[in-house]
DNA sequence: TATTGTTATACTCTATAACTATA
DNA sequence: TATAGTTATAGAGTATAACAATA
């Protein structure tokens, strides 16, 4: 019994976070290559793709779809909306949140982005099982819900 | 038999992607907190924690570890560097080369910073099973190694 | 000629704190 | 009082291209 709890971060420790964020850093650089006509940055395809499903967020949604600040996205949502690609509204539910939306013209762009990642994932995980890959969101999730404490040294 | 191949990457495409930038940000904020202390960004938590095991690494070969560029790292390492932590040496087999390696006072920030991953993972992965993160293992290496090809639209 | 790493430049990402407006 | 988001500021990350030294 001891064996399937303790091993589960066994291994050499810090091997899960290493690995994450080469694969982070990785995938980002190749979406970049992919869409280069597009001349967006990887936090840019990040946030069009999670707009891609055409629902309108408020700036602390998609703060937390794309794993970013509030603070980030107000430049980056300025540039992107400084090239039409995005647009926020008042919510007149609570007037202090601004809806943010696909324009028009980012619609395709979201798409292309959603699909890049697609494409991306498609040809990495050709060989794989359900079953890894149902571990691979099983530990993604665990690790982004993680307690955010602060453990003094 | 159509399944497991076509299930591989189902699912909402650029799910696996956008769960990678989530878990890595949030993870990297984890890092940086429980680290604040030692006053260290989540970049130069991620190059201690690849030095940890006291072997050099030339810079290209820590660029790979770290999944970031040499012209990244050449900065970090001189801010490292410049206090104390890291040590560039040039390589006597390949006088282009650098060796880094952890300094006396570096080599128990590195320990930490691989120890407060190691201490995340547990936080996180402790009711997961061995072979979910097996799994997670299997399909981030998939990512990491992906072909890094650009394609036109 | 090709490669390692740095330098220079410009832009993007991030955190913090202060601020506005709204709840 | 608390919250949503922005603004301001400063520092850190990134890409590109050009460069030096070495292979």
Do not use: K, W
Not at 1 to 29: I, K, N
Not at 96 to 117: C, E, I, K, N, Y
């Amino acid at each position: 019994m001891s064996s399937a709890e303790t091993d589960a971060a066994a291994a050499p420790p810090g091997a899960v976070l290493l690995a994450l964020q080469r694969a982070a850093h990785a995938t980002l650089r190749m979406l970049v290559t992919r869409l280069s006509g597009l001349e967006l940055t990887g936090s840019e395809i990040n946030a069009l793709a999670c707009l891609a499903d055409g629902r309108e967020r408020a700036v602390g949604e998609l703060a937390v779809l794309t794993g970013t600040r509030p603070t980030t996205l107000t430049s980056l949502l300025d540039r992107l909306a400084g090239r039409g690609l995005v647009a926020r509204q008042l919510d007149p539910g609570d007037r202090r949140s601004f809806r943010v939306s696909l324009t028009p013209a980012g619609q395709p762009m979201a798409r292309a982005a959603l699909a890049a990642m697609g494409a991306v994932e498609q040809a990495a995980l050709a060989g794989l099982t359900p079953a890894e890959l149902a571990g691979y969101h099983a530990v993604v999730q665990a690790l982004t819900r993680a307690p955010h404490q602060e453990v003094p040294l």
